[in-house]
């Protein structure tokens, strides 16, 4: 009991909030985040409204963004926010002194160095476990930024133009004056709107919507339509942000209800092992790992809230005209829970952090991408064994998803009840897949995580090590083509079946 009384109290921060926490029956470090989170959802709608970039200089927004930014973070970590501070001050002195050809290469070094020790410090110096929110949470996504940022600078101003993607020519940055100010830069990583939970966001995009112009750097080389609607009035996001702070909130509540019904912990109970049907221990590992997601889904959520809410994240508009506010956000919450496949199921979960990991890593690795990417991620995750293990459990499910649908999805293509059959089994098959990988991400300890792939007898890894191995898969610059191409007939295939529908609908009415 003792020890759960000090886990439940345990906080670096302010303990302004403790009654709230022992009525909440919360513990402290979580009901000062939610508190802050709200604070600056508020927040957000005053810095839009009264310090709008049409009536304030950048100057100033950047001063308060960064002010406010560091207030919420002394709040709920205390002094261990210093570290944001030095973690940035320290890789800024790096940006300057290394010049812009080497300064991805060592602020990558030096920031993930940074960020590995206070996480190795803070799991085996403190309690193994014992925080359900850190310091080491708003650093990853410091690290993120300041990554993201030296390579942007390398890529506008030591790279030919000519070798840039179009990914990294829309990002790169050319400074005029060598480099943004200590300001801006603060600004950048520890701005109030995303000090807590994020998202990354790239330093364009950002110095854009402090200065009151977004997709500027966006629309450049557009065509005239998408030009001429990202010329609109400024739309108000009020209508985006209630949708979100809902979703958000249901997402808690969901959490709440569902989150003790189905423990983790039961998949690798020794009694359940031995005597539940195994096509019944599938059902409950899908329902245990599907009841930990919500708490993403409120955090993420409420965080791009937050931001839209400042007047950051607008992204143009639709077709239709319909703004758009998707420009920082982190996850699509039915796309995840429909994926058809381990990359549509990555490609929309923790997405700022998948597109990091593409820019910095998976772009310009020149062998083994897709392992180096996911070995990066484990590093930048933390220091519990079980983040390793899921990513490098990852790795061979990714080649053999991959291997699969090269040379087994074409051949549902031909008819859409094959393409329906396809998506059926390919969903059940990806949900399992999500959630034997993730299993130690939860664990996070070796010991219960090797029991629990031993309880399936590793039977997930050994299936996919053979497939990637007996089932050819073509290099990347040839799949990509192929992919579009694909697409591309997906694409006909649907205007086809619409124009046939219409067609049997005009014969019905007359």
Known sequence: MAAEDSRSTACTGSSLLQPVSEITNLPLDQVNFVACQLCALLSAFWFRLFLHPSRTSPVIRHLVATLLGLYFALFCFGWYALHFLLQSGLTYGIMIITGVEHMHKYCLLVALSYLSLCQITRVYVFDYGMY???????????????????????????????????????????????????LEYFSYNCNFMGILAGPTSSYNDYIAFIEGDPCRHRNQGGDRKSSGRLRKSEPSPNTEVVRKVASSFFCLLVFLSVCKVFPVEQNIDDDFIANTPFYAQVVYLYLSMLTTRPKYYFVWTLADAINNAAGFGFNGYDSDGSPRWDLISN???????????????????????????KRVCYERCPYHPTAATFILSAMWHGAYPGYYLTFLTGIVITLAARAVRHNVRPHFLKSPTLKRVYDVITWAATQIAICYTVVPFVLLSVGPSIKFYRSWYFGLHIGCVLLALALPVKPRHLRLKEEQKTLLQERVQHHQEATDSNCRQKEKDT
């Open 132 to 182: 359900s929110a850190d310091f080491t949470g708003p650093m990853m996504v410091i690290t993120q930024k300041i990554t993201s940022l030296a390579f942007e600078i390398h890529d506008g101003m030591a790279r030919k133009e000519e070798s840039l993607t179009p990914g990294q020519k829309m990002l790169a940055i050319r400074f005029v004056l060598w480099m943004p100010s200590l």
């Open 331 to 357: 996850l699509r919450i039915l796309n995840i829970e429909l994926a058809t496949s381990f990359k549509v199921f990555l490609d929309n979960w923790n997405i700022q952090t998948a597109h990091w990991l």
